[in-house]
């Protein structure tokens, strides 16, 4: 798993131009643990690198930086409250379930546009974003997409799941 992070770090510069890949290794071998959850999101799809740190913590952020929504982690409802409410046609699971299972965390909508601002993801496909309470206590869901070259920020019944709308998670390292 280190080989394939090293490389596409290499392959990838435009995502991290402020870090080195020596800081970067020290901090996952220190964090060894890290790499399961690296190697869970790559299974899934992810394509897992840095896009620098957070800056609250200082830590590392990995996210998903597939140009499409994770392909193993699509066809999925909101969380467990939608996925429990659907009484027809229910999906495989949620995206909340999912994060959990992976040990990774939902993008907020603002981790969502810093990937973005970096290059462009998710052209044909959409990602569910971490939704706020309010809007999630009335049933509701957010997710995002890039078209026509801007990122736009929609709304959907947390129960709704399509073939193209999958999240994007993230971890701090």
Request: glycine share 10%.
């Amino acid at each position: 798993m280190l080989e394939i992070l090293k490389a596409r770090f290499q392959d990838n510069k435009n995502l991290h131009m402020e870090l080195s890949w020596l800081d970067v290794e020290k901090r996952l071998l220190e964090h060894p643990g890290s790499m399961d959850v690296l190697r869970r999101m790559e299974e899934s799809g992810g394509e897992p690198d840095t896009i620098g740190y957070d800056e609250k913590t200082g830590k590392l952020i990995f996210c998903d930086c597939a140009k499409e929504s994770p392909s193993g982690r699509r066809s999925l409802c909101y969380d467990e409250k939608a996925l429990q409410g659907r009484a027809k046609n229910p999906p495989s699971g949620s995206a909340e379930w999912k994060a959990k299972e992976i040990g990774v965390l939902i993008m907020t909508e603002e981790l969502y546009r810093r990937l973005q601002s970096l290059g462009e993801f998710d052209l044909k496909t959409s990602s569910w974003i971490t939704t706020p309470d309010d809007i999630r206590d009335k049933g509701g869901a957010l997710f995002c997409e890039r078209r026509y070259g801007t990122v736009f920020t929609f709304h959907n019944g947390a129960d709704s799941y399509y073939s193209v709308r999958g999240f994007r998670g993230y971890t701090l390292i």
